[in-house]
């Protein structure tokens, strides 16, 4: 990567915080300091946020790598520290979570509210004989049984497994079998796009290829019909009617507490492994830091789905084990219009925003005047997570939704680190649009070339990270080696080179002159044109900053003179002329652009304008699929892409020469 472009060293663009919120932020600019001086002892302190019932011997064994032990000897609760503390505390009566219907309908669940519910389903969870040493499948709708349901499964001690509830029946039973779950929690259904959208016919169908499921509970959403079998049981005919009495007992810090299954590029998915007390010690202090939460005032809302890492450390273990206020969504952002997400922030009041660049684009697309139309003064933090966000995108967050005056976190971090890894502080740094900027007070990051050596500033490699952490993964679930493999081989002891143990993220990434960080997406994502590197991510930002462009994507096909050319899939802001010679001029507009931004190396084979862009369900950009199409290849594996009728119109376009 020695010759990525040099565009994104230049951003001259800053935004220093707001000077109220940094003379009250939770974290100052000291704390990089003295994670730096003693990093343990950071962690250590970090740690005494939550409460223990026994006080561990030593912060971090690391005499075996690359398997960490954090908090050795030390035992807690983690429901515990999520819900009967605040109650204990006397703040049972504060609203933990404003739940939001798609259709509507609402919820409002107080600490106590809380407390009750989640004692009952751990009574339920005994009864139907789960506890310590076992796994749970949950595959629900974002209602707040998903959230009580993680937190029951916690509180005795059984290891969950969420699965997103938009997967298919051969990804929930692969997913069921590989952590040989005993129960399935699910729901008749959940309301998508206006809609009733089924769940239980799926379970159904993984269960009947699952012989170590033993009971179904089944919470009742929609009412639709269900079939019924004799491993099912009613939530509200067991959880509803079970003791709200519940006493928690304590569990070693390193117990597993939940596997995420992540597809990775190739393979079968990788139950990612979390443990109990470094993971709740790292997203609870993320969560308080990044978003400068102050419990009492702040309504917080992240709007992710509770199937991915973000909804399990950012909607239930770190909001609730600080205590915060948060709004849950269950829907769709366009239902019953485009402006859902707006009304939500009004009504509710939101102070603090944690979204996705993929959202944000949208928004975008969808015109600025949906979000002008709403009060969003009540909005004092933004954040952004899921992939890298083009500076234009960021630009149009700041602008249009914290209307010049909120600063904006952009959080890398994967599934596997458990919690947030680099980010601005927002009392602290000064942002530049596009930028994750520096690594945490107590997180090593780097960028080293492909000998593991640093890179110096204006340089660029892979993002690796140098010592351990307190929420990284413990393993791959059941397969060791997996583990070693993929994330310890690429470098230092793990490569048989040095004494270090260095984590390969797999991503992409630069120091600007400044020594900030920026993210180029994974590192299978690089093309190689005439010799040089260039960043899909880099090439795509450069399109979006044309004012024509709500998004884009781009792929490197193989090409006969170049080794790769790129091809990049753009679709156009809504009130943009496409037809005939207007699309021909834009096109032709849009290729110098990129090679006026970025240098004539960059500069697209070819643009296709396309109405919609194939993704996962979890908003990333289906790069392979796009090259299949670029290299006129019939498609492959789509049983991830989250709406396939979007592929048939990429085609179409392509064959006419669109
Ligand atoms: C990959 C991890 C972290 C929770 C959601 C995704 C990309 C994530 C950023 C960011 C640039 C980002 C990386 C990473 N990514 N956040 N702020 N800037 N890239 O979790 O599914 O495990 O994916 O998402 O490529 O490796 P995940």
Not at 252 to 267: M, R
């Amino acid at each position: 990567m020695s010759e990525t472009l040099a565009n994104l060293s230049s951003e001259s663009r800053q935004f220093p915080p707001p000077e109220a919120l940094a003379a009250a932020a939770n974290v100052k600019a000291e704390a990089y300091e003295e994670a730096a001086t003693d990093r343990l002892a950071f962690w250590a302190q970090q740690a005494e946020r939550l409460t223990w019932s026994k006080t561990w011997d030593q912060v971090l064994d690391w005499s075996n790598p690359p398997f960490a032990k954090w908090f050795v000897g030390g035992e807690l609760n983690i429901a515990y520290n999520c819900v009967d503390r605040h109650v204990e505390a006397g703040r049972g009566d504060k609203v933990a979570i404003h739940w939001e219907g798609e259709p509507g309908d609402t919820r409002t669940i107080t600490y106590a509210e809380l407390l009750k519910l989640v004692s009952q389903a751990a009574n339920t969870l005994t009864d139907l004989g789960v506890g310590a040493g076992d796994r749970v499948a949950i595959y629900l709708p974002m209602i707040p049984e998903a959230a009580v349901a993680m937190l029951a499964c916690a509180r005795v001690g059984a290891t969950h497994s969420v699965v997103f509830g938009g997967f298919s029946v051969s990804a929930l039973s692969t997913r069921i079998q590989d952590a040989d779950a005993k129960l399935v929690i699910t729901a008749d259904g959940g309301y998508r796009r206006g809609k009733p959208s089924a769940l239980k016919p799926t379970v159904d169908e993984a269960v009947a290829q699952c012989p170590s499921i033993e009971n179904v509970l089944v919470v009742r959403r929609t009412g639709q019909d269900v079939a019924w079998t004799d491993k099912d049981k009613w939530w509200h005919e067991t959880v509803e009617q079970a003791s709200p009495e519940h006493k928690a007992q304590p569990f070693d810090a390193e117990h597993p507490l939940f596997i995420l299954y992540t597809s990775g590029t190739t393979g079968k998915p990788k139950g990612i492994l979390h443990t109990t007390g470094g993971y709740l010690t790292q997203v609870s202090y993320t969560h308080n830091a990044v978003f400068d939460l102050k419990p009492e005032t702040d309504v917080y809302w992240c709007t992710a789905d509770i199937g991915w890492v973000t909804g399990h450390s950012y909607i239930v273990y770190g909001p609730l084990s600080n205590g915060a206020t948060q709004v849950m969504y269950e829907g769709t952002p366009d239902t019953p219009g485009r402006d859902r997400f707006w009304q939500i922030v009004d009504k509710y009041k939101v102070s603090i925003l944690y979204t996705a660049p993929t959202l944000i684009r949208t928004m975008m697309k969808w015109g600025d005047d949906i979000p002008a139309g709403y009060d969003l003064s009540s909005l004092r933090v933004l954040g952004s997570v899921g992939e890298p966000i083009n500076p234009e995108a960021w630009m149009w967050y700041r602008e249009n939704i914290g209307r010049n005056r909120t600063p904006i976190v952009d959080t890398w971090w994967q599934t596997e680190t458990g919690g947030v890894m680099i980010s601005p502080l927002p009392g602290v740094t000064a942002t530049k649009p596009g930028s994750a900027m520096t690594a945490l007070p107590g997180i090593t990051a780097d960028v080293v070339d492909d000998q593991a050596q640093s890179v110096p500033n204006g340089g660029g490699g892979f993002l690796v990270l140098r010592d351990p952490w307190p929420s990284m993964l413990r393993t791959i679930w059941g397969d060791d080696k997996r583990f070693i493999d993929t994330y310890w081989s690429r470098f230092g002891a793990g490569a048989g080179t040095g004494d270090e143990w260095i984590y390969f993220a797999g991503d992409g990434a630069k120091k600007d002159d400044d020594g900030a960080l920026w993210l180029l997406g994974r590192v299978d994502d690089v093309m190689l044109v005439s010799g040089h590197n260039i960043s899909t991510t880099e090439v795509e930002s450069a399109l979006v900053s044309h004012p024509s462009v709500a998004e884009s994507a781009v792929v490197g096909a193989t090409d006969p003179t170049t080794g790769q050319a790129i091809v990049a899939f753009v679709i156009p802001r809504g009130n943009v002329d496409t037809e005939g010679e207007a699309g021909e001029q834009l096109n032709v507009e849009l290729r110098n652009h990129v090679a006026k931004t970025l240098g004539p190396i960059a500069k697209p084979r070819q643009i296709m304008l396309v109405p919609e862009l194939p993704k996962t369900r979890s908003g990333k950009i289906m790069r392979r699929l796009l090259k299949d199409v670029a290299e006129n290849r019939s498609l492959g594996d789509v049983t991830t892409l989250q709406d396939s009728a979007v592929m048939d119109l990429i085609s179409k376009g392509m064959n006419t020469g669109k």
